[in-house]
């Protein structure tokens, strides 16, 4: 071994490399890590001492893999006495952690965890490598041990294959980061105990390794002296990678993959060599430091591909990773993937396109195995059995999670750098979406510039930050307890108020728990206006939800979004009932009043369909209910775009859009009322105006019930003006709630129409003219209506004359367009 030292000493002399003395290291063994240590030591580790060597010298191949061999070997030695070393740090480890769970710990079990950070994980590291190598040395020692097949000693050299060791190795080097900047803190902690602790003391004082070898002697360490071990490790790493690859012709099976190994471990140690020297020293603008605003698991999408990331927003900068769990044998570990400075950086989200009919069959399997686990999860609580099926039934569930996570997220944001790079990743909560980008937005405000960053060494810093910050890699809900809801959740959108200009606007709602079903729901988009209403109820089946989240959302005419504001609300219970309860939440600047009611029940596997019921051809009442309003959806949404847009279309209502138009709109209503809506903002004006009076005129029963018609042709013959106008009304009266707050919101509306008639041609008899035949219809002896028929060419003279009186009245009631959803006493209003 001292021929091998002796050597080794020679050969780093002549690459002007400085040694330390045999005596000094003695000293050094025993010695304590100064304050200064990380940045002493690598301090003479210049970029020149661990360049990529030449192009192989002109030693001839046989002498060179002699020289490889050698090196080898020492490194191996050198290896072995290192695995000692970390055995020794590690020994007392257990019995400081059984002691910290007892009335007198030496060390309480934050300071062991800060102590003994990544010593385990070095060691298994260091021992992989080691086993593997001395495999292969042994292994070769045996092919050549015949003196007869010198002459072979080139070819079995070529066949020694170490360099996926090194690669392997040094693609973990990372653990050293997180050691070396967590060193100060654990050499802190041991000096402090040594000084308040006795026992500590005794044991810090006096570590011993057993050397090997036939006199079983022991050395003693200090156990700083043991800590610095690793700092001493990670710099020698590079130092022997060069010299194994100085010694490996360029034609061996090697050379790569070593060359590899030395340029990953070059940068890393560059790191670690800024990060020990400057860390106080990374300063940004504004004497701000860079730091850890907000972390969390995303969907990467840049690449065409989804790829679950592990995302880290400091002060000046994105760093994206590639996070990848502890395995058997494994710690956890980060890699690089991709990092963005915030200088100048902009952001832009957008909703997902609609999913296929086939996206939503995969979206709908998944779910439905994923409430079958739920099921089995809550069968096998209880007995020993029970746990073990419950434990795997909870890890199918997070790995279905992971895929409705990964490859169904409806939301995007995008990331545009001034250097043309740009990134999107993806996020199935549209409300964690906007933290990200409020979290972003503000550094970008106060226009930071970056420093340079290492990022290995970031990179590396990583595993310590997810023990701190641990963000949740799962949304499943750990703690069920009797104030989650499990059963129907309604949510009941009235109105808003606050904006400070006009605006397309719409809320959206999320609710927690399991994943079975779609965790959100929005209203459709508003009127440009600035007090947008929608009386629109939304239905959520939830299990093991604990928050509502509103966010309130302004849709420009390019498509752009952007959030208004948003709130949490704690669901409770215990508070909620089937009883509506009224509440005003504060979304930033804008107040949105909701209502809110819950009824729990047992769930029922998730429906595959997703399709809406439709709302053409199906009685008013139906649609009403189904809607959980008076007047329905279609009926508002075409009267407030025509008022928005077609106040002066000449012939509004007269004019007919094209029939392709209206059958696209009839469909979509039909189908999708968000869509339908969409789509309503950019049709022809006066297909808007056909695909109401198409949705009239297709009423099973008309909006005037038919019994009413021979009542509403006899008041017609009432001479007085006053009295027939007040007739009309009374019958009014008698009609079902959706049909007259229906027809009244009509005519209010026909009535506003009307107003422009000196530019849109149309007045209250040609709007009379138009709607009177789909409005009321005569009764059909052959269908079973009693009572005299009225003749066919009085028919439409009817039809029209009642429309048009009612038109005429000045003092028609309001329209109430939504139920009353605040039957509690008092509105709760929520400033959030």
């Known amino acids: 071994m001292m021929d091998i030292y002796q050597e080794a000493v020679r050969y780093l002399e002549s690459e002007h490399v400085p040694v330390v003395a045999e005596a000094e290291a003695d000293v050094l063994e025993e010695d304590v890590f100064q304050e200064e240590a990380v940045s002493c030591l690598l301090s003479?580790?210049?970029?020149?001492?661990?360049?990529?060597?030449?192009?192989?010298?002109?030693?001839?191949?046989?002498?060179?893999?002699?020289?490889?061999?050698?090196?080898l070997r020492g490194i191996l030695e050198s290896e072995e006495v290192y695995l000692r070393e970390l055995e020794a740090l590690l020994m007392p480890m257990k019995a400081l952690w059984a002691s910290a769970g007892t009335s007198q710990p030496v060390l309480s079990s934050r300071q062991v965890q800060t102590v003994f950070y990544q010593v385990p994980e070095l060691r298994d590291l260091h021992q992989s490598f080691y086993s593997g190598l001395k495999a292969r040395l042994s292994e070769h020692c045996q092919t050549e041990s015949s003196p007869a097949e010198e002459r072979e000693m080139s070819h079995t050299g070529f066949q020694l294959m170490v360099g996926d060791l090194f690669l392997k190795m040094v693609n973990q080097i990372g653990l050293y980061g997180g050691f070396i900047g967590n060193y100060e803190e654990a050499v802190e902690v041991v000096r402090k105990c040594m000084q308040s602790d006795?026992?500590?003391?005794?044991?810090?004082?006096?570590?011993?390794?057993?050397?090997?070898?036939?006199?079983?002697?022991?050395?003693?360490?200090?156990?700083?002296?043991?800590?610095?071990?690793?700092?001493?490790?990670?710099?020698?790493?590079?130092?022997?990678?060069?010299?194994?690859?100085?010694?490996?012709?360029?034609e061996h099976g090697d050379y790569a993959s070593l060359q590899e190994a030395l340029r990953l471990s070059r940068s890393f140690l560059s790191g670690v060599n800024e990060s020990s020297q400057c860390k106080r020293e990374v300063t940004l603008s504004h004497g701000m430091r860079r730091k850890l605003m907000r972390d969390g698991f995303v969907v990467d999408a840049s690449e065409g591909e989804h790829s679950l990331r592990h995302l880290f927003l400091y002060t000046d900068l994105l760093l994206c990773t590639r996070y990848k769990h502890a395995s058997r044998g494994k710690p956890d570990s980060y890699r690089f993937c991709w990092y963005l400075p915030l200088a100048g950086l902009k952001l832009r989200w957008v909703a997902e396109q609609e999913r296929s009919q086939d996206t939503h069959h995969r979206l709908h399997a998944i779910r439905a195995k994923m409430f079958l686990l739920r099921q089995q999860l809550q069968q096998h609580k209880a007995g020993s059995r029970g746990i073990s099926l419950a434990a795997r039934a909870r890890k199918?569930?997070?790995?279905?999670?992971?895929?409705?996570?990964?490859?169904?997220?409806?939301?995007?944001?995008e990331l545009h750098s001034p250097s043309d790079k740009s990134y999107t990743f993806l996020l199935s909560s549209l409300y964690e979406l906007e933290e990200w980008r409020e979290a972003i937005h503000k550094l970008t405000a106060d226009n930071i510039e970056t420093v340079p960053p290492d990022l290995l060494t970031l990179t590396s810093a990583c595993v310590k930050l997810r023990m701190t910050q641990q963000p949740p890699l799962h949304s499943l809900n750990s703690v069920e307890d009797e104030q989650s809801l499990c059963g129907t959740l309604g949510v009941a959108i009235h109105s808003a108020c606050g904006l400070q200009q006009p605006a397309c606007v719409y809320v959206c709602v999320e609710v927690d728990g399991y994943e079975f079903y779609d965790k959100q729901a929005q209203t459709h988009s508003s009127i440009r206006s600035l007090n947008p209403h929608w009386d629109q109820e939304l239905s959520l089946q939830v299990d093991g939800a604990h928050h509502l989240r509103v966010l309130c959302v302004s849709q420009s005419v390019g498509q752009d979004y952007t959030v208004l504001g948003k709130a949490s609300v704690q669901l409770d219970s215990k508070t909620l009932n089937k009883r509506w309860r009224r509440q005003t939440l504060q979304l930033g600047e804008v107040e949105v009043t909701l209502s809110l009611k819950y009824c729990p029940h047992p769930l029922e596997p998730p429906s595959s369909t997703t399709q809406e019921l439709p709302v053409f051809c199906v009685p008013i009442e139906t649609v009403a209910h189904q809607e959980g309003v008076l007047v329905p959806h279609v009926v508002r949404c075409c009267v407030e775009e025509v008022e928005r847009r077609g106040m002066d279309e000449v012939g509004i209502y007269r004019i007919s859009g094209a029939t392709s138009d209206i059958g696209a709109l009839k469909a979509a209503f039909n189908s999708n009322l968000r869509e339908a809506v969409t789509r309503l903002r950019s049709a022809e004006v006066n297909a808007v105006s056909g695909?109401?009076?198409?949705?009239?005129?297709?009423?099973?029963?008309?909006?005037?019930?038919?019994?009413?018609?021979?009542?509403?042709?006899?008041?017609?013959?009432?001479?007085?003006?006053?009295?027939?106008?007040?007739?009309?009304?009374?019958?009014?009266?008698?009609?079902?709630?959706?049909n007259r707050h229906t027809f009244l919101y009509l005519l209010h509306h026909l009535q506003r129409v009307s107003e422009n008639q000196d530019v849109n041609k149309m007045s209250m008899m040609n709007l009379a003219t138009v709607f009177g035949p789909s409005l009321l219809r005569p009764p059909v002896v052959k269908l079973g209506h009693n009572g005299p028929t009225v003749d066919i060419s009085q028919e439409v003279v009817v039809q029209v004359q009642v429309v048009f009186w009612y038109l005429q009245c000045n003092n028609l009631p309001e329209a109430q367009t939504s139920l009353q959803h605040d039957t509690d006493a008092e509105d709760e209003t929520t400033h959030i």
């Open 198 to 250: 006795p026992r500590f003391q005794a044991l810090a004082e006096s570590m011993m390794s057993n050397n090997n070898g036939s006199d079983k002697t022991r050395t003693k360490y200090t156990f700083e002296a043991l800590l610095y071990r690793p700092l001493d490790r990670v710099t020698k790493t590079t130092l022997v990678l060069r010299d194994v690859l100085k010694a490996t012709p360029a």
């Open 691 to 738: 695909v109401l009076k198409l949705y009239f005129r297709e009423l099973p029963e008309p909006l005037i019930p038919t019994e009413m018609f021979q009542r509403l042709a006899r008041t017609l013959e009432i001479q007085d003006i006053n009295s027939r106008l007040v007739s009309l009304l009374s019958l009014l009266q008698s009609c079902p709630d959706p």
């Open 44 to 71: 003479p580790l210049h970029s020149e001492s661990i360049d990529f060597p030449e192009s192989p010298t002109s030693r001839s191949p046989e002498e060179m893999l002699e020289r490889r061999l050698v090196v």
């Open 396 to 413: 199918k569930l997070e790995q279905m999670e992971l895929m409705l996570l990964t490859h169904f997220p409806p939301y995007r944001l």
